[in-house]
T-cell receptor, first 113, second 109 residues
Framework: GAGVSQTPSNKVTEKGKYVELRCDPISGHTALYWYRQSLGQGPEFLIYFQGTGAADDSGLPNDRFFAVRPEGSVSTLKIQRTERGDSAVYLC???????????FGPGTRLTVL | RKEVEQDPGPFNVPEGATVAFNCTYSNSASQSFFWYRQDCRKEPKLLMSVYSSGNEDGRFTAQLNRASQYISLLIRDSKLSDSATYLCVVKTGANNLFFGTGTRLTVIP
């Protein structure tokens, strides 16, 4: 079966631009998570969805970051007015329920010039 | 203070060696513990969960010491294919995972 997929795999943008990163979770998984991984660091939690609602957005660094999951499946992470410090790999994970194993997608490598 | 601290390495060991990784966590209310493996430029994948009684999966043994807030991973008879970054991971109440920085292992022929 298909795993978690993320598009695009790479995104290069200029400082100040708006970007959207997409995540397709494993079919039937109710929980979806976004993480950010900077070079040499472990993944850092951003936001968690249970169904359509954001159950925990405490990891979003500031109000330039926003994520949606309108139909409880695909999720989009949106970053406004990108800054060079936003450059990282953005990882999405999903799990059947919040208590189950999280499966990660391959990530989107974002580079802000 | 970081939620999870681990030695970033790198650890360079010969094939067949035994290697141990350790990590500590700061939140005594943490409930679940894991080791993930991450290959270069790939996503993290669950290696094994860690239980208070200790658990073993083939050449891999994980231990948890709740009193010391300490987690370990032992790899016996290292293989070239074990070369990767090993991430110590803690789940604390909420459903998000807290990752350490990872320990990089290279197994040398």
């Amino acid at each position: 079966g298909a795993g978690v997929s993320q598009t695009p795999s790479n995104k290069v943008t200029e400082k100040g631009k708006y970007v959207e990163l997409r995540c397709d979770p494993i079919s039937g998984h109710t929980a979806l998570y976004w993480y950010r991984q900077s070079l040499g660091q472990g993944p850092e939690f951003l936001i968690y969805f249970q169904g359509t609602g954001a159950a925990d957005d405490s990891g979003l660094p500031n109000d330039r970051f926003f994520a949606v999951r309108p139909e409880g499946s695909v999720s989009t992470l949106k970053i406004q007015r990108t800054e060079r410090g936003d450059s990282a790999v953005y990882l999405c994970a999903s799990s059947f329920t919040p208590d189950n194993e999280q499966f990660f997608g391959p990530g989107t490598r974002l580079t802000v010039l | 203070r970081k939620e999870v601290e681990q030695d970033p390495g790198p650890f360079n060991v010969p094939e067949g060696a035994t290697v141990a990784f350790n990590c500590t966590y700061s939140n005594s209310a943490s409930q679940s513990f894991f080791w993930y493996r991450q290959d270069c430029r790939k996503e993290p994948k669950l290696l094994m969960s860690v239980y208070s009684s200790g658990n073993e999966d083939g050449r891999f043994t994980a231990q948890l010491n709740r009193a010391s807030q300490y987690i370990s991973l032992l790899i016996r008879d290292s293989k070239l294919s074990d070369s990767a970054t090993y991430l110590c991971v803690v789940k604390t109440g909420a459903n998000n995972l807290f990752f350490g920085t990872g320990t990089r292992l290279t197994v040398i022929p």
